[in-house]
């Protein structure tokens, strides 16, 4: 039975990185939804109303992740995702999803104070290095962080949460 590894976390958390950790340990390449999101769709993004072209996009790749990490699990395998799962409610539906089947999961939440995580993604955002997908600026930061919603006692009380 696979176990797939779920990272969440706001922007700027080191959840990247934690994800290609976790894919050297148990071998397997982690699914990044942001490199599936520029990959994808960022030649075609519009130049107003992002969020609502995103969100449609944001769900089209998760049910692709969704399936492709399924097969990795039923093949016995371990899978890690990184799906941009900010709020409690897209987090409680994802492990839902993995509890109809016959795996486990575990959640692993990466989280720092908004300034530094602010420091972190301006610094990304002028080396480019391994971690860097797309340049963020500072009032996508800030809206991504408003939508953050970090798991409360309840969640982390019915859900598998390990906090790193």
């Known amino acids: 039975m696979g176990c797939i590894h779920i990272i969440e ?9 934690f994800a290609g950790q976790l894919g050297k340990e148990f071998k397997t390449p982690p699914f990044i939804l ?10 075609d ?7 609502t072209w995103y969100a449609e996009r944001k769900q089209r790749c998760l049910v692709q992740i969704w399936k492709v990490a399924l097969g990795l699990l039923d093949s016995g395998n371990q899978a890690i995702v990184e799906l941009g799962l900010l709020r409690t409610a897209d987090r409680r ?3 839902q999803q993995v509890e109809s089947t016959s795996h486990t999961y ?14 972190r993604v301006q ?3 002028e ?4 971690t860097f997908s797309m340049e963020v600026s500072e009032d996508v930061f800030t809206m ?10 309840e969640e982390i009380s019915e859900l598998n949460v390990e906090f790193v």
């Open 9 to 17: 976390g706001p922007v700027g958390a080191g959840k990247t990185t």
């Open 34 to 43: 942001d490199d599936w999101m520029i990959n994808l769709y960022r030649p």
């Open 45 to 51: 993004r519009p130049e107003t109303d992002i969020w």
């Open 93 to 95: 539906l994802f492990c």
């Open 106 to 119: 575990q959640i692993y939440v990466l989280d720092l104070p908004q300034v530094d995580r602010w420091a």
């Open 123 to 125: 610094k990304r955002n």
């Open 127 to 130: 080396e480019k290095g391994e």
């Open 144 to 153: 991504a962080s408003q939508m953050w919603e970090p798991p409360g006692a």
